[in-house]
């Protein structure tokens, strides 16, 4: 046996020759260029011997065949030149590419993640064993990074499974498990689980070898691929529309390789290669790419740290094991989406409700949301009976509080709350740790009068639960720092990202996202047509407008959540009163069929679509205010959102720039291909933003510059450089 740090090289009697992955320190196996090089050495060693029968690629890593190519390593050459990308594809392609020219069958023997540059690796192999474990994802996510395969898979993928799948493969960037791969075309062989692939590969290497057929697979792989043109130009139209209406034209990759797979398709192999490296190349470096690799680093810090925490705890620690039973107040559709969070994650919930009617309600939602199948659209009746086991109703105080974690999602008033909370804490246990779910009321307001304000925080889902992965884990003035790393923990075994904020008004993504919504109606009262306003925001990038935003989150949430930071900034907050007007008119939003829109009709399982409403404009006429400047929309909508997170910063509510930057894409859909709200402003550079500013010193305080924007622009630096939350660790600035 020959070894290296992360692989090691055996060759069996019988002339079987496995390489197996086992990255050093690592729970994964990345192909960085040292990898690259030791399965280089592995080739060449083989190379000089005779007698070998086959090759195959295993991984000593549970549930990790090959998680790509490594990502830091790339970024340190987001910096080179065409020329130099290219060089790093071709030679990606021509090592790789020796797996399907050698002497020997080759068999990528795969058990769990297979995506990016293992995927390539794999494609590469004459065949493909996979593990039916359910960790067993096929795939290339390349286009979620602002790329596409670069080392051959664009090329050797279409001539495997057919043009059209390797398109939506591709172009799609989402995985398939072992079943789907199978039927693709992408494994010849499934087993059951890890224990078996090397028999697997035995028997398939014994048997290729004696049949022939791998090598007329690999000439017809060759080969260009025939297909009718009349057929090929009805993909290309009908993926192209689909492409774009998917990213509105904001994300290059996926369309750029729709177009080089369709030409490439003409070509044979070694000049489809060469196609993929030549237009690889503009890409790899490019603003986009560079946006969504800072999301990428953003998201994989969040798994390694708790976001914005003092501390994280081992995960030997009693707070890691903690969260066995989980009790909801309020059976609402918030309470409803925790607790099926949990359900799902089978974790036992007993919820509560003042009515009983809501109650009973709210338990049927929970099971028939935690067994909905998406691939049925339908309840799995088994799932639901073995998943109504998990949730129960409370009906005392008492036994709500023999839960581990309290969450309190009843109606948004102090009071109330404060009644809740005083009457439930003499029965909570001496580690039971209480939550709000509020959305407004400062934390450390509702911790006045509890015995162990320690053991209480702020645990802010989104709406809807199911869809969106964020929570921010809110700490209050009194608040333990174990409290808080036990929460960030609770947050991720339900599959949810948090992100530790202090408390303060509207917390942190709430406080950023109103004055982006107030600004977007000062402007409809000032007479900017709303169409012009919905326009400027999705052209930048955002999921939906934000006057659809008022009608889906209801203006009179809206109205509510404006107030609180009224109250709390009146030197910079300038109430848009056209809201107000729609919420005395009766005009809710979506939730009531009228808003700044009208919603006439809506379709079972689609959001009701808006229709232009004249009693609205005749209120929003009524509210006329005068222009005062004549500033770019997007200005006006973004600038007041990138201010008052510098405030957020500057005040303390979030600790690091990356902290805004990872809450706001996941709890607003901040558009990734901007890289997040502060390094989009990098982008443009803080002195330029001072520019920007000035025709809008008008407008007063909400747009003056703020301390931290001016220290940057001083400094000549970037937002992403303050970074002060990772104790002194370099971190990768894009």
Same mark, same amino acid.
């Given at each position: 046996?020959?070894?290296?740090?992360?692989?090691?090289?055996?060759?069996?009697?019988?002339?079987?020759?496995?390489?197996?992955?086992?990255?050093?320190?690592?729970?994964?196996?990345?192909?960085?260029?040292?990898?690259?090089?030791?399965?280089?050495?592995?080739?060449?060693?083989?190379?000089?011997?005779?007698?070998?029968?086959?090759?195959?690629?295993?991984?000593?890593?549970?549930?990790?065949?090959?998680?790509?190519?490594?990502?830091?390593?790339?970024?340190?050459?987001?910096?080179?030149?065409?020329?130099?990308?290219?060089?790093?594809?071709?030679?990606?392609?021509?090592?790789?590419?020796?797996?399907?020219?050698?002497?020997?069958?080759?068999?990528?023997?795969?058990?769990?993640?297979?995506?990016?540059?293992?995927?390539?690796?794999?494609?590469?192999?004459?065949?493909?064993?996979?593990?039916?474990?359910?960790?067993?994802?096929?795939?290339?996510?390349?286009?979620?990074?602002?790329?596409?395969?670069?080392?051959?898979?664009?090329?050797?993928?279409?001539?495997?499974?057919?043009?059209?799948?390797?398109?939506?493969?591709?172009?799609?960037?989402?995985?398939?498990?072992?079943?789907?791969?199978?039927?693709?075309?992408?494994?010849?062989?499934?087993?059951?689980?890890?224990?078996?692939?090397?028999?697997?590969?035995?028997?398939?290497?014994?048997?290729?070898?004696?049949?022939?057929?791998?090598?007329?697979?690999?000439?017809?792989?060759?080969?260009?691929?025939?297909?009718?043109?009349?057929?090929?130009?009805?993909?290309?139209?009908?993926?192209?529309?689909?492409?774009?209406?998917?990213?509105?034209?904001?994300?290059?990759?996926?369309?750029?390789?729709?177009?080089?797979?369709?030409?490439?398709?003409?070509?044979?192999?070694?000049?489809?290669?060469?196609?993929?490296?030549?237009?690889?190349?503009?890409?790899?470096?490019?603003?986009?790419?560079?946006?969504?690799?800072?999301?990428?680093?953003?998201?994989?810090?969040?798994?390694?740290?708790?976001?914005?925490?003092?501390?994280?705890?081992?995960?030997?620690?009693?707070?890691?094991?903690?969260?066995?039973?989980?009790?909801?107040?309020?059976?609402?559709?918030?309470?409803?989406?925790?607790?099926?969070?949990?359900?799902?994650?089978?974790?036992?919930?007993?919820?509560?409700?003042?009515?009983?009617?809501?109650?009973?309600?709210?338990?049927?939602?929970?099971?028939?949301?935690?067994?909905?199948?998406?691939?049925?659209?339908?309840?799995?009746?088994?799932?639901?009976?073995?998943?109504?086991?998990?949730?129960?109703?409370?009906?005392?105080?008492?036994?709500?509080?023999?839960?581990?974690?309290?969450?309190?999602?009843?109606?948004?008033?102090?009071?109330?709350?404060?009644?809740?909370?005083?009457?439930?804490?003499?029965?909570?246990?001496?580690?039971?740790?209480?939550?709000?779910?509020?959305?407004?009321?400062?934390?450390?307001?509702?911790?006045?009068?509890?015995?162990?304000?320690?053991?209480?925080?702020?645990?802010?889902?989104?709406?809807?639960?199911?869809?969106?992965?964020?929570?921010?884990?809110?700490?209050?003035?009194?608040?333990?720092?174990?409290?808080?790393?036990?929460?960030?923990?609770?947050?991720?075994?339900?599959?949810?990202?948090?992100?530790?904020?202090?408390?303060?008004?509207?917390?942190?993504?709430?406080?950023?996202?109103?004055?982006?919504?107030?600004?977007?109606?000062?402007?409809?009262?000032?007479?900017?047509?709303?169409?012009?306003?919905?326009?400027?925001?999705?052209?930048?990038?955002?999921?939906?407008?934000?006057?659809?935003?008022?009608?889906?989150?209801?203006?009179?949430?809206?109205?509510?959540?404006?107030?609180?930071? *009224?109250?709390?900034?009146? =030197?910079?907050?300038?109430? %848009?009163? &056209?809201? @107000? !007007? #729609?919420?005395?008119?009766?005009? $809710? +939003?979506?939730?009531?069929?009228?808003?700044?829109?009208?919603?006439?009709?809506?379709?079972?399982?689609?959001?009701?679509?808006?229709?232009?409403?004249?009693?609205?404009?005749?209120?929003?006429?009524?509210?006329?205010?005068?222009?005062?400047?004549?500033?770019?929309?997007?200005?006006?909508?973004?600038?007041?959102?990138?201010?008052?997170?510098?405030?957020?910063?500057?005040?303390?509510?979030?600790?690091?720039?990356?902290?805004?930057?990872?809450?706001?894409?996941?709890?607003?859909?901040?558009?990734?291909?901007?890289?997040? *709200?502060?390094?989009?402003? =990098?982008?443009?550079?803080? %002195?330029? &933003?001072? @520019? !920007? #500013?000035?025709?809008?010193?008008? $407008? +007063?305080?909400?747009?003056?510059?703020?301390?931290?924007?001016?220290?940057?622009?001083?400094?000549?630096?970037?937002?992403?450089?303050?970074?002060?939350?990772?104790?002194?660790?370099?971190?990768?600035?894009?």
């Amino acid at each position: 046996m020959s070894g290296s740090s992360h692989t090691s090289l055996a060759v069996h009697d019988d002339g079987l020759a496995v390489i197996t992955l086992d990255r050093q320190g690592s729970s994964a196996n990345l192909l960085s260029s040292g990898v690259l090089d030791e399965i280089e050495g592995h080739l060449n060693a083989l190379d000089k011997r005779s007698g070998v029968s086959g090759l195959v690629f295993v991984s000593a890593k549970s549930g990790i065949f090959i998680a790509g190519a490594d990502l830091t390593e790339f970024a340190a050459g987001l910096d080179q030149s065409d020329e130099e990308v290219q060089r790093v594809s071709q030679r990606g392609q021509q090592l790789l590419g020796r797996l399907a020219t050698c002497g020997y069958v080759t068999v990528a023997a795969i058990d769990g993640i297979c995506v990016g540059g293992g995927a390539e690796l794999a494609v590469w192999c004459d065949r493909r064993i996979l593990t039916t474990s359910s960790k067993t994802q096929f795939g290339f996510p390349e286009v979620k990074l602002g790329l596409f395969p670069g080392w051959g898979g664009t090329a050797r993928t279409p001539r495997m499974i057919g043009l059209s799948n390797a398109v939506e493969l591709v172009t799609g960037g989402e995985s398939v498990g072992a079943h789907e791969a199978a039927k693709l075309g992408l494994a010849e062989d499934l087993v059951s689980d890890a224990e078996g692939l090397i028999d697997a590969a035995r028997r398939m290497v014994a048997a290729e070898s004696d049949s022939g057929d791998y090598l007329a697979d690999r000439k017809a792989w060759s080969d260009p691929i025939t297909i009718d043109p009349t057929e090929l130009g009805f993909l290309g139209a009908t993926a192209s529309a689909y492409i774009q209406g998917q990213t509105g034209g904001h994300y290059p990759a996926p369309l750029a390789a729709l177009e080089l797979m369709l030409e490439a398709s003409q070509v044979d192999l070694e000049a489809a290669c060469e196609m993929e490296s030549q237009r690889f190349a503009p890409l790899f470096g490019s603003p986009v790419n560079r946006s969504l690799l800072n999301v990428f680093f953003l998201q994989d810090r969040a798994k390694k740290t708790d976001v914005g925490s003092r501390q994280s705890p081992d995960e030997s620690s009693e707070h890691w094991q903690h969260a066995r039973r989980v009790s909801v107040i309020g059976a609402g559709i918030m309470g409803q989406g925790i607790a099926a969070a949990n359900v799902k994650r089978g974790i036992a919930v007993s919820m509560s409700d003042m009515r009983e009617e809501s109650l009973l309600a709210g338990i049927s939602g929970v099971v028939r949301e935690a067994s909905y199948n998406k691939q049925t659209k339908s309840v799995d009746a088994e799932l639901a009976i073995e998943r109504s086991a998990l949730v129960d109703a409370a009906l005392s105080d008492a036994e709500l509080g023999w839960a581990d974690i309290v969450i309190e999602a009843v109606v948004e008033n102090l009071e109330v709350k404060h009644q809740l909370f005083e009457r439930l804490e003499r029965h909570l246990g001496e580690r039971t740790i209480l939550c709000s779910n509020t959305s407004t009321i400062p934390i450390s307001q509702l911790a006045e009068g509890l015995a162990h304000p320690d053991r209480f925080c702020g645990l802010h889902f989104f709406n809807p639960v199911r869809k969106m992965p964020l929570v921010e884990v809110i700490r209050g003035k009194r608040t333990s720092e174990a409290t808080i790393a036990a929460m960030a923990y609770y947050a991720r075994r339900l599959g949810k990202t948090p992100v530790i904020v202090n408390d303060g008004p509207g917390f942190l993504v709430n406080r950023l996202l109103l004055p982006y919504m107030n600004e977007a109606a000062l402007l409809v009262s000032e007479g900017v047509p709303i169409k012009d306003v919905e326009r400027a925001a999705k052209d930048f990038g955002m999921p939906m407008g934000p006057i659809t935003l008022y009608d889906v989150v209801g203006l009179d949430t809206c109205l509510h959540a404006g107030g609180v930071m *009224l109250e709390a900034f009146p =030197d910079r907050v300038v109430p %848009a009163t &056209i809201v @107000e !007007r #729609l919420v005395e008119a009766g005009r $809710l +939003g979506q939730k009531n069929g009228r808003g700044f829109f009208d919603y006439p009709s809506a379709k079972p399982g689609k959001p009701p679509k808006g229709v232009p409403s004249d009693e609205a404009a005749k209120l929003i006429d009524e509210d006329r205010r005068r222009a005062e400047v004549d500033a770019p929309i997007v200005d006006r909508l973004m600038l007041p959102m990138l201010l008052e997170a510098t405030r957020a910063v500057e005040d303390g509510v979030a600790a690091d720039v990356r902290d805004v930057d990872l809450a706001l894409i996941l709890g607003i859909g901040f558009p990734p291909h901007k890289g997040g *709200l502060f390094h989009w402003a =990098d982008t443009i550079g803080a %002195a330029a &933003i001072l @520019e !920007r #500013l000035k025709p809008l010193e008008p $407008l +007063g305080e909400r747009f003056r510059p703020t301390a931290l924007l001016t220290q940057v622009a001083a400094d000549g630096g970037k937002f992403y450089d303050l970074s002060h939350s990772t104790g002194g660790e370099k971190e990768t600035i894009l």
